[in-house]
């Protein structure tokens, strides 16, 4: 599955559009530019399986470093230390992935929770 059956190209564009710059991705930004923030809760799990690229159950650090060339291949690489906040963001537990309760952390980070209850 890609994400292009989850988003349109242009929510894509605009998304990446905002990042462009090596230190200037901020994931709230992000996901509000694409949209993820209106999308289901189902849609979310499906985007955490996209970016689980080995399929562990897990997004770790170097999935995260790979996130926006998910949204489009000529996409650019996290920096480290914006792949560290984001990281952080997510990891529920401190392990240093996201993990099944990632899945619950991602959508928490996508939907507000006034949105998801």
Same mark, same amino acid.
């Given at each position: 599955m890609a994400l292009s059956s989850i988003l349109t190209e242009a929510e894509i564009a ?17 996901? /509000? ?10 849609? /979310?799990?499906? /985007?955490?399986?996209? +970016? ?6 897990? $997004?770790?650090?170097?999935? +995260?470093? +790979? ?32 993990? /099944?309760?990632?899945?619950?952390? +991602? $959508?928490?980070?996508? $939907?507000p929770a006034s949105e998801t209850s």
């Amino acid at each position: 599955m890609a994400l292009s059956s989850i988003l349109t190209e242009a929510e894509i564009a605009a998304g990446l559009q905002c990042c462009q710059a090596a230190d200037s991705f901020d994931y709230k930004t992000f996901f /509000v530019k694409v949209g993820l923030n209106s999308k289901s809760n189902d849609q /979310v799990a499906k /985007v955490f399986g996209i +970016l689980d690229q080995d399929r562990s159950g897990f $997004i770790e650090e170097e999935e +995260l470093k +790979l996130f926006l060339k998910n949204f489009s291949a000529s996409a650019r690489a996290l920096t480290d230390a914006e792949t560290k906040a984001f990281l952080a963001a997510g990891d529920s537990d401190g392990d240093g992935k996201i993990g /099944v309760d990632g899945k619950t952390a +991602l $959508i928490k980070m996508i $939907i507000p929770a006034s949105e998801t209850s």
